[in-house]
C-alpha cells in the first residue's frame, strides 16, 4: 500500500497487496500525466501527478516464494482513473537521479 518515490515512503497509504491480487497500473500520458494503482479493479486514493514523458517501473519482490507477473501491456483510448474521494495526488520529483542509486547497488 506504500506509493515510493526517490526511496522515500508517502504517509497515506493504499491498500496493502497480499497473495494472489492483482494490481493494474494506468499510465495517463494526456494532460494531467497521473499514475493510478488499481487492486482487485478498486482504485486506490494515492496516486502520482506530473510524471516526465518517459516513465519504467521496478517491481520488489520481499519473500523468497514470491513472484510477479505481467499480464498485459495496452495501450487505452480512455482513462478508467475517477476522482475518488479521500485521494492524495503527490507530484513528481525530478530533482533526484535514481540511476546513480541502482547502478551503485548493483540494479542493472
Keep these: 500500500g506504500e506509493v ?16 494472489g491480487d492483482i494490481a493494474s497500473l494506468e499510465v495517463d500520458m494526456t494532460q494531467t500525466k497521473t499514475i ?3 487492486i482487485n479493479r478498486i482504485e486506490q486514493p494515492v496516486f502520482m501527478s506530473n510524471i516526465p514523458n518517459s516513465v519504467q517501473f521496478i517491481f520488489g519482490i520481499h519473500d523468497k516464494d514470491d ?6 501491456l495496452k495501450k487505452l483510448n480512455i ?10 495526488i503527490y507530484d513528481w520529483d ?3 537521479d535514481d540511476r546513480q542509486y541502482y547502478y551503485h547497488y548493483g540494479y542493472q
Design 4 to 19: 515510493w518515490q526517490h526511496h522515500n515512503c508517502s504517509r497515506e497509504k493504499n491498500s496493502p497487496m497480499k497473495k
Design 36 to 38: 493510478h494503482l488499481f
Design 67 to 72: 513472484c510477479i507477473s505481467v499480464l498485459s
Design 79 to 88: 482513462h478508467s482513473h475517477k476522482a475518488i474521494s479521500g485521494r492524495k
Design 94 to 96: 525530478d530533482s533526484f
